[in-house]
């Protein structure tokens, strides 16, 4: 048997990531690019092979793009679907953390109570309150959410990585993946919708706009999410859970009558009926008219009848024991000739065949 390291994760792996934003040259070349918020979903990839596919499916041009803070070169494609539709893999794939990243990589991630890195109280609450999330992000952490998803459409088994740091987004991924969860209890996959909603609030007289990332279960109808795990023929075509039963055809009855007439025996073809009672097809008390066939045709074999022809045996023929057997004549030796009978008579020469017979 197989084993596993117990203090490691065992994840699919990671094929690309799905983005909720991507970034354009800045036009002053002493800063830095400038993040956009995009109203589809972005796939970026090493693989240029994954994301042209993803332009297939999703629409969008294939470009090729290097992260902020990276020398590697990946893949982009800014899909054009207004959602995608993906496939949530058991457990529980959603991690959340508050978090700050610089040059030398995260500085801090926090769980909203405990910064986990150096094992001490919250930063971001402590310094700036509640509200801290309302700061720049150069000031506390950012809520970061990741989900795993397989995208059952593209090639090979792995999972894409989406990624949001919307404090909005965290709640919605939270509330939603729960309810889920609380159903299921994490077996089994789950088919979702995913698409990006703009959003607008207004905070001490001043309206925002914000995206939220919206996973929502893709079943015909709400029961079926909360209703426990799915199969996973039922994950990769949500539709067949609404789709009628195919009805069974009618049973096939055997003809039992004509297999009570193949008998030999009276016990044989009561065994017939007692296989007839088993599978229901009789009625146990024999009243059917059935039960009152085969009845009549044990009674013939009885009786010696023929049961194909409804002959019945003559007088000089008695009829078969309670067995079913005939009784034989034997003939002794003697009583006919001491030799058989000739099967044909002797043969003779034709006139013209006997010797010396012929005429000149």
Not at 134 to 151: D, H, K, M, N, Y
Not at 156 to 163: A, H, I, Q, T
Not at 269 to 280: D, I, Y
Not at 319 to 332: H, I, K, L, N
Request: aromatic share 6%.
């Amino acid at each position: 048997m197989g084993s596993r390291l117990m203090n490691k994760k065992r994840e699919a792996a990671e094929l690309g990531r799905i983005r909720t934003g991507y970034s354009r040259p800045n036009p002053n070349p002493d800063k830095g690019p400038i993040p956009v918020k995009s109203r589809t979903f972005v796939l970026t990839s090493h693989s240029r092979e994954y994301i042209e596919q993803a332009a297939k499916l999703y629409g969008g041009r294939v470009e090729q793009w290097t992260p902020q803070r990276s020398s590697i070169a990946q893949w982009r494609v800014i899909t054009e679907a207004p959602e995608l539709k993906a496939i949530l893999p058991a457990g529980d794939p959603l991690h959340q953390y508050n978090e700050m990243w610089g040059g030398g990589g995260c500085e801090r991630r926090c769980d909203g109570v405990t910064e986990l890195l150096k094992s001490q109280p919250c930063v971001c609450l402590a310094k700036y309150g509640e509200n801290w999330y309302e700061r720049s992000a150069r000031q506390v952490c950012r809520p970061t959410s990741r989900i795993g998803v397989f995208l059952p459409d593209m090639p090979d088994l792995g999972v894409w990585r989406l990624e949001t740091k919307s404090h909005y987004a965290a709640d919605v991924l939270a509330g939603g993946l729960d309810t889920v969860l609380q159903a299921t209890e994490g077996k089994g996959l789950m088919p979702v919708r995913m698409w990006i909603e703009q959003r607008t609030r207004v905070v001490d007289g001043e309206t925002k706009q914000f995206q939220v990332v919206m996973v929502v279960p893709s079943l015909p109808k709400l029961r079926h999410a909360l209703s426990g795990p799915i199969s996973t023929a039922a994950a990769l075509d949500p539709a067949s859970l609404d789709r009628p039963a195919i009805e069974a055809g009618p049973a096939v009855v055997p003809d039992y009558a004509a297999e009570a007439r193949q008998c030999a025996t009276v016990e044989a073809a009561r065994e017939v009926w007692h296989r007839a009672n088993k599978a229901g097809h009789v009625d146990p008390k024999g009243t059917d008219d059935l039960s009152q066939e085969l009845i009549r045709i044990a009674d013939d074999i009885g009786k010696g009848i023929d049961t194909q022809t409804g002959e019945e045996p003559g007088d000089d023929e008695p009829g078969p024991d309670d067995e079913g057997v005939y009784d034989g004549e034997f003939v002794e030796d003697g009583e006919q000739g001491d030799e058989p009978p000739a099967a044909y008579p002797p043969a003779q020469w034709p006139t013209a065949a006997v010797p010396g017979g012929g005429r000149r």
